[in-house]
């Protein structure tokens, strides 16, 4: 894991993001809401600007904050974006008003696993994942699908703060599952046949993927 003295300095250099996710931010660490740490908004910002996708699809809204981020990085894009938590999908709907950003991004709200079938196939050239967990190996077949040829996947959070690299006996009980299938996950974009996918120790680490 990167030490935190470089990571505090690393952070002290970011720009300031528009008053309005300023906002966000403040009440989502308030609230206790999980949102992207400030260097996963340094690389979505530089990825998002060279792939310039025209569609991206977002797993895990949370109070719409990285939506928002990346429809300011990419204000052509549009933006489908899935949240099953609905205590979340009142802000969420709040922020993307406020924003201006309704014709730009559409929040789907429910299971993704059973909405993403609903989708177009091979309709989006980026796909960001940050929602449950565990379920990022079950998101993967239907993310594959939807991607076009060259498109760009990033995965959030796949360390779980250091847990992954422990043996499955030694993290908390309740987190084992989560342990079990982000390994899963980890092997299956690493060894898939239509996937070119590096591992890096950005945040909480992530997962950077390209369709074949």
């Known amino acids: 894991?990167?030490?935190?003295?470089?990571?505090?300095?690393?952070?002290s250099l970011e720009k300031r993001n528009s008053a309005l996710l300023e906002q966000i931010e403040?009440?989502?660490?308030?609230?206790?809401?999980?949102?992207?740490?400030?260097?996963?908004?340094?690389?979505?910002?530089?990825?998002?600007?060279?792939?310039?996708?025209?569609?991206?699809?977002?797993?895990?809204?949370?109070?719409?904050?990285?939506?928002?981020?990346?429809?300011?990085?990419?204000?052509?894009?549009?933006?489908?974006?899935?949240?099953?938590?609905?205590?979340r999908i009142p802000a969420a709907r709040e922020?993307?008003?406020?924003?201006?950003?309704?014709?730009?991004?559409?929040?789907?709200?429910?299971?993704?696993?059973?909405?993403?079938?609903?989708?177009?196939?091979?309709?989006?050239?980026?796909?960001?994942?940050?929602?449950?967990k565990a379920q990022y190996i079950h998101f993967l077949p239907e993310a594959l699908r939807l991607m076009k040829s060259g498109a760009v996947m990033v995965a959030d959070n796949i360390l779980q703060e250091g847990d992954l690299l422990e043996s499955r006996f030694a993290v908390r009980r309740r987190d084992r599952t989560i342990h079990k299938r982000m390994r899963e996950f980890l092997e299956a974009v690493k060894h898939h046949e239509h996937l070119e996918t590096s591992i890096v120790p950005l945040g909480d680490g992530i997962t950077i993927s390209i369709k074949r």
């Open 1 to 11: 894991m990167t030490d935190e003295r470089i990571v505090t300095y690393i952070r």
């Open 26 to 87: 403040q009440q989502a660490h308030a609230d206790g809401v999980p949102i992207i740490r400030k260097e996963m908004e340094s690389f979505l910002r530089v990825i998002l600007m060279i792939k310039k996708p025209e569609k991206i699809l977002e797993l895990g809204t949370a109070v719409g904050y990285s939506a928002l981020f990346m429809s300011e990085c990419v204000p052509d894009s549009e933006i489908i974006t899935i949240e099953n938590y609905a205590q």
């Open 95 to 132: 922020n993307i008003r406020k924003a201006g950003k309704e014709e730009k991004i559409t929040l789907l709200e429910g299971d993704a696993l059973k909405l993403m079938p609903e989708l177009e196939a091979q309709q989006f050239d980026f796909v960001f994942m940050d929602a449950a």
